[in-house]
């Protein structure tokens, strides 16, 4: 990674961040400020028009820095992965507190009280971040942005899963959607980020930053001794290993997440431009 790589530099030719003075020229900078998604999700993208790139999605509770705001889009750097891009400003509230809790389930509902038969005034997908407002009511948290989650939906932020592939698992025949993050679509450096956000692992968002930054390299010979977690990498795709054989990924030929054996896998998508496998990594919390 440069310094200067567009997806990680809060750096426009009219302005860049108060943080890059002297390192980048410009303008005039920007010092920040600090906001939170307060929307189930939103869209990040290349530049601020709704037929931009999507680059990324963040999720409830997610913070960012605000640099600059105009025509309905805020220019910001999300906090967790430090991508920059533009989101709508209306996704946008107060830094308020940080989360408490982290919705588990693949989706959820939010309910206008703590009744599962009333009608539900949204939902918030996997890995999305909730704050309690008060205690549990009838099995529901009443959120600080209005509403109620079911409880058993939820874990506390601080409490993370285990074990990331089982999160991933959760994720099968969700669809492709190129830069997406939900469980309404995702893509393959998407599925990974998430689901090892899930077990408390910080990753970058993007497979070639992935690729240079998760675990211990490992050997390729014969793609022997693989086991559950190890990240596979080509040129411009991740996926991860169910078992030593079988390969968990978000990936356009299926247009879903899919498990397919590695060797499957390979020859596909060697055959499609992609190239042969780059590379292959361990993360050591998964132990033995």
């Not at 220019?75 to 588990?104: C, F, I, K, M, N």
Request: charged share 20%; hydrophobic share 40%.
């Amino acid at each position: 990674m440069t310094a200067h790589d567009r997806r990680l530099t809060p750096a426009r030719p009219d302005l860049a961040a108060e943080a890059l003075r002297g390192q980048i020229e410009a303008p005039r900078y920007s010092p920040g400020l600090p906001r939170r998604v307060v929307a189930p999700s939103a869209p990040l993208r290349r530049r601020p028009a709704p037929d931009a790139p999507l680059d990324t999605e963040a999720l409830m509770g997610e913070a960012v820095t605000v640099f600059d705001e105009g025509a309905g889009y805020s220019w910001v750097q999300l906090a967790a992965d430090g991508y920059v891009g533009y989101l709508p400003s209306s996704v946008l509230g107060e830094a308020g507190p940080a989360p408490t809790h982290r919705v588990r389930a693949l989706r959820t509902f939010i309910y206008p009280g703590p009744n599962l038969k009333l009608p539900p005034t949204g939902f918030l997908s996997l890995g999305a971040g909730v704050t309690a407002a008060g205690e549990l009511e009838n099995g529901y948290l009443p959120l600080a942005t209005g509403g109620y989650v079911a409880a058993r939906h939820l874990r506390p932020d601080e409490a993370p899963e285990p074990d990331f592939v089982a999160v991933a698992e959760r994720l099968l025949g969700a669809p492709y959607l190129w830069g997406g993050k939900t469980s309404l679509g995702l893509d393959c450096s998407g599925l990974v980020q998430l689901a090892l956000a899930q077990a408390g692992i910080a990753a970058p968002r993007d497979s070639d930053q992935q690729e240079h930054s998760l675990g211990d390299q490992i050997s390729a010979q014969d793609l022997a001794g693989l086991r559950r977690g190890d990240l596979i990498f080509w040129r411009g795709h991740v996926g991860l290993m169910l078992d030593g054989t079988r390969l968990l990924h978000a990936n356009g030929h299926h247009m879903a997440v899919a498990v397919e054996t590695l060797s499957e896998a390979e020859l596909r998508i060697r055959q499609n431009s992609y190239g042969p496998i780059t590379t292959l990594r361990r993360l050591p919390a998964l132990g033995a």
